[in-house]
């Protein structure tokens, strides 16, 4: 009964794990580019910079998997994102991501890549999309 139970809402929590991971991602670019919600260490944040394509990133790929639209791609970009923030901010601060203040990006790093491979979902745009063709 438990296995039935799972082989059912499998497919539907993935994509309740995608909408959440694409919502929670794209406040990070509203937080860069319109200042909602408030972060102030983004005040002067330049377009330039690698925390400005990161926004870029953050607003455009977190759209996207929220709604489940070309998921494995914009799951990717999302991925490789983080992999580099990881990388470049805080694997440098020591090794442990508790410590140098990574694990919010190695968790998302990981839960894109996945989606790279699940895909969206049967709840995602790209479900409905391939149901019209």
Known sequence: MMDQARAVWAPRV??????MAGLLFVQHGLAKYF??????AFDNLQF????GV???VELVCGALVTVGLFTPIAALLASGEMAVA?????????FFPLLNGGSLAVLYCWVFFYLVFA???P???DAV???KA
């Not at 993935?14 to 909408?19: A, F, N, T, Y």
């Not at 330039?48 to 925390?51: D, I, R, T």
């Not at 990881?86 to 020591?94: L, N």
């Open 54 to 56: 990161g926004g870029i």
């Open 48 to 51: 330039a910079s690698m925390p």
């Open 129 to 131: 999309m391939r149901k």
């Open 35 to 40: 200042q909602f919600p408030h972060v102030a």
């Open 86 to 94: 990881y990388f470049t901010a805080h694997a440098p601060r020591g």
């Open 119 to 121: 895909g969206g979902g």
């Open 14 to 19: 993935l994509s309740l794990l995608r909408i």
């Open 123 to 125: 709840w995602s745009l």
